[in-house]
């Protein structure tokens, strides 16, 4: 330990200069400017974005519309024909009350019916936001707008799948 006695005039000359080095970093803070998010939109007025989810791929256009939802030339609500499906895909049309007031046209492959309406949905939020982007923080808020990277497991050697064991006999 120090044998170095601190009085009160030292501790007031510590808390002095480091509140003004706080300010100096506050205005170097205030200097940094925002993110601006730019609209992205075609020759005909519509949004594009990808979406994924497991091994499926959409490609979502979105424009100006009353809610029509077309889905590789197919009405969605045919294409989807689970209820939970199409609840999936209005999702994001719903956390920002934008009901009914774009259409949507898509191509999805790969993967399965699920997979597709979770891509579909990805393709949906990040389209909404290349058309509006001040619609960004309620997507992100809300997990539209990250890819769920969850895919099936790989089966391993020596093993029935991907976890499971072929039967184990001691005799």
Sequence with gaps: MSDKKVGLEDLKAAVASSTVASNHNASVEATVKPIVYEKKVD??????????????????WIKPGHGKLLVNGREGAKYFARPVLQMLIGQPFHSVNRHAQYDVWCTVEG?????QAGAVRHGISKALVNFEPEL???LKTGGFLTRDSRVVERKKYGQAKARRRFQFSKR
């Design 43 to 60: 020759a005909q007025g519509r949004a594009y974005a990808t979406g994924k989810r497991k091994n499926a791929v959409a490609r979502v």
């Design 111 to 115: 993967g399965g019916l699920s997979g």
């Design 136 to 138: 960004r923080s309620l």
